[in-house]
């Protein structure tokens, strides 16, 4: 066959998700020539793929959307608070139509390989279907939550009834009416999918391994007066966000568990029990994480809620967690969740007291017995922070793969550069976030795209991460993971995915570290950065 040319840009993008979005509005705004590869058909990634009943924000839907346009933030009005899967998907499409991005997007194009040729400094970068493209850099805008993550639990593909992964939801409606149905996993996915589909299945049956503090998300329709306090504010709010250390507009409380009365805390949990979202932790009590008296009073109190709600005493016991510990596991917020179990159709299971033995052709068989199902929904999560990225077959200087340098877990700067990875990014990246994902992403593609126009304005064409700069990030993940809530379990430790290194792979600084950290580098012009240059 003819030598096809291979395709050349500036800048290769991988994922039109939020990131991906954001980093291709900024080079095509600096005015390099840009080519996003996609994997699916559409824009939008976690909001492409999570099309399953119940989806939506649990922050802010107008903290979430992207802050570089006023233009934009005037155009667009989020109908909620907490916007559903839809509206998200259909702001992303506005976005890439209002700044004519999508001539710059390949759909249908899944990356898996990407070659770094250390001669000419350039990456080569290679579709599924044979698509391969040259570039002076390569942008994996590819999500921490995109691998979908299945159990190790045997007979799983006997089933014969319908089976899905909420990130490979169909485009069209699944019928759940007369369905027996089965949501395995009550992470902040399965416990928006059984309150959305309990009145039109004929049973429901979710399968609990960890119990989770799933907490009320609060939501409501956005007022026209809210709207136009939003209008009026873009500024105000976008300083105060660009100053936050999570990316939220919650107030702190100012004040801690031992200011208050026993009287008082109670009136204060209440309040905080009907916050928005994650109000419950940034708006909690100062010292909620790291005094265990005021994590315990929380915990009690929201035991206490539980019970109310929940008519059936020993499902209520079930659903609250052993571990009494706030934020032990990453926290759902939700809408009639614990509701959803006096409906006299939906059960709960347990998985700790009666494990799955296997899955058969009809069914789960746990250790009481065995259950029919019309559909089973695996809401078990994701293979988190580094899967997507692993499973792109790159490789950097001296042939070094990806997936050998990270074997025993990532090794980042900033989650967005690697060492021995020139020219090279992924903003969003395991490190990267602990809160508002795209108001870290905000940072990190800024960065990026500062670092590029630094090197292209002084002449460089290779740009790395020195290995100090890379030993300092993870030395601070290091220190502050000490203090992390997050137990050593569930996805932020890798542990959902078997034979993943358990290590830590949030950002515990926030955003002031990420800050800090960049700032550093700005103001030394990058030093070490360019080293490798011969
Ligand atoms: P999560 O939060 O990782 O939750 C996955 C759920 O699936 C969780 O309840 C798990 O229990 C359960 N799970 C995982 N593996 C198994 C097996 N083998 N058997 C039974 N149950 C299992 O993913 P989500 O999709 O809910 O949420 C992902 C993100 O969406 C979240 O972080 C937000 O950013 C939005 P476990 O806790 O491991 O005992």
């Known amino acids: 066959p003819a030598q096809r040319r291979d395709q050349q840009a500036d800048v290769v993008i991988v994922g039109a998700g939020i990131l991906g979005i954001n980093q291709l509005y900024r080079a095509v705004q600096a005015g390099y020539s840009v080519r996003l590869l996609e994997q699916a058909e559409g824009v939008g990634g976690t909001w492409y793929w999570n099309r399953y009943p119940g989806c ?40 890439v139509d209002k700044f004519d991005l999508r001539r710059h997007i390949r759909f249908g194009s899944k990356v898996n390989s990407a070659v770094w040729d250390e001669e000419a400094s350039e990456w080569t970068t ?39 992964h909420p990130v490979r939801w169909p485009k069209e409606p699944v019928d759940f009416r007369g369905k027996r149905v089965a949501v395995i996993g009550t992470g902040s996915t399965g416990v928006q999918i059984g309150p959305a589909i309990a009145d039109e299945v004929e049973s429901l049956v979710m399968y609990q391994r960890s119990a989770t503090w799933a907490t009320p998300l609060n939501n409501h329709p956005i007022s026209a007066e809210q709207q136009a306090h939003l209008k009026a504010n873009f500024a105000p709010i976008k300083a105060e966000l660009d100053a936050s250390v999570g990316g939220f507009l919650h107030k702190p409380a100012g004040k801690k568990w031992t200011d208050d009365t026993p009287e008082q805390r109670q009136e204060f949990f209440e309040s905080v029990w009907n916050s928005p979202g994650f109000a419950k932790i940034s708006a909690n009590y100062d010292d909620l994480i790291f005094n265990k008296e005021a994590n315990a009073g929380w915990c009690a109190f929201m035991a206490d809620k539980i019970r109310e709600i929940v008519k059936d005493p020993a499902t209520a016991e079930k659903l609250i967690p052993t571990d009494h510990l706030y934020v032990g596991l990453r926290p759902p917020y939700v809408t009639g969740y614990y509701e959803m179990y006096n409906k006299p159709n939906v059960e709960l299971v347990s998985l700790r007291e009666t494990p799955i033995v296997k899955v058969t052709e009809t069914g789960i068989e746990t250790a009481d017995g065995l259950r029919e199902f019309d559909i089973i929904i695996w809401a078990t999560g994701f293979d988190f922070g580094s899967g997507a990225m692993l499973r792109m077959g790159i490789t950097g200087a001296d042939g070094l793969r990806l997936a050998d340098y990270w074997a025993d877990g990532p090794l980042t700067y900033l989650g967005i550069m690697t060492r021995g990875f020139p020219n090279f990014f992924f903003p969003g990246g395991p490190h990267g976030a602990a809160g508002n994902n795209p108001r870290y992403g905000e940072l990190q593609v800024c960065f990026v795209q500062d670092l590029i126009d630094y090197a292209g304005a002084h002449a460089h064409r290779r740009i790395e991460v020195p290995k100090e700069a890379e030993q300092a990030w993870m030395d601070m993940i290091a220190q502050l993971e000490a203090y992390s809530p997050f137990q050593k379990r569930g996805q932020y430790y890798g542990a959902n995915t078997p034979g993943k290194p358990k290590v830590y792979l949030l950002n515990p600084g926030g955003r002031p570290k990420l800050d800090e950290f960049m700032a550093k580098a700005v103001a030394s012009g990058y030093q070490g950065f360019f080293e490798g240059e011969k």
């Open 126 to 164: 290679g579709t599924e279907d044979g698509f391969q493209i040259r570039s002076r850099y390569l942008i994996a805008a590819t999500g921490v939550l995109s691998v979908p993550q299945y159990p190790d639990v045997p007979g799983r593909e006997d089933f014969r009834g319908q089976t899905y």
């Open 56 to 95: 939506r924000f649990d922050s802010e839907s107008y903290t979430y959307g992207y802050l570089f346009s006023e233009e934009l933030w005037q155009e667009w009005d989020w109908s909620e608070e907490f916007a559903p899967q839809p509206e998200t998907e259909r702001y992303l499409n506005y976005v």
